[in-house]
């Protein structure tokens, strides 16, 4: 079945210093791949998403590539903010019509002044 | 626009008893999923209606956990004798249609906690 992977559970920076939150997949069908952030006690709220090989999609700073060669969307911002602290989720839909969202295990970002 | 409204947003049960938790939808969105949040599995994909038709079941514990939609303004995920292993945070999300690219705006979710 599908798999999203989150290499890193913690991840703790100083604001301004840049950061990538690791995710890779696999999938046997075309991939949508998404990130989903969610703040302490809210919702996951949609930050990104891709279907496009080799291309870079961006929203709120945050950036990601999808590359199909190497199943990976890594999500990147040159500047992190106190108010990026939060858990980052990677997920993937396969390219049917169910829609349904496969979840990697989340990455915590606390930003520190 | 509301959003997703989940209700209650806190549920405490005992062991062995019943909770239904409640979830309404973006009016206009037809897709309607539900999930489910613990701090050891993470977040789970549990069931998924269409246009009120349950369309994939295949995260539902086949025991003591159902879900409906009834109408196109609520879906239910019912939750037979409680064990404290059902303890999480479950998340309902809707979309304008069922499918990958759509994005899917989830509720504020409904904790519940069973003793």
């Known amino acids: 079945g599908d798999s999203v992977t989150q290499t890193e559970g913690l991840v703790t920076l100083t604001k301004g210093l840049p950061v990538m939150l690791n995710c890779t997949y696999q999938?046997?069908?075309?991939?949508?791949l998404f990130w989903y952030v969610q703040h302490l006690n809210e919702a996951p709220k949609l930050l990104l998403k891709s279907s496009t090989d080799n291309k870079r999609t961006e929203h709120q700073g945050f950036y990601a590539t999808l590359h199909k060669s190497s199943s990976s969307f890594h999500l990147q911002k040159s500047s992190v903010q106190l108010s990026d602290s939060a858990l980052y989720f990677c997920?993937?839909?396969?390219?049917?019509?169910?829609?349904?969202?496969?979840f990697g295990d989340g990455t915590v970002l606390t930003v520190k002044p | 626009n509301a959003g997703v409204i989940q209700t209650p947003r806190h549920k405490v049960t005992g062991k062995g008893q019943e909770a239904t938790l409640w979830c309404e939808p973006i009016?206009?969105?037809?897709?309607v999923f539900w999930y489910r949040q613990t701090i050891v599995q993470g977040l789970e994909f549990l069931t998924y209606?269409?246009?009120?038709?349950?369309?994939?079941d295949s995260g539902m514990p086949k025991e003591r956990f159902s879900a409906q939609m009834p109408n196109q303004s609520h879906s239910t995920l019912k939750i037979q004798s409680t064990q404290p292993q059902d303890s999480a945070v479950y998340l309902c999300a809707s979309s304008l249609v069922g499918g990958s690219s759509y994005e899917q705006y989830f509720g504020p979710g409904t904790r519940l906690t069973v003793l």
């Open positions: 997920a993937l839909s396969e390219g049917t019509n169910t829609g349904k969202l496969t």
């Open positions: 999938t046997t069908y075309s991939p949508f």
């Open positions: 209606f269409r246009n009120q038709a349950p369309i994939d």
């Open positions: 009016s206009g969105h037809s897709a």
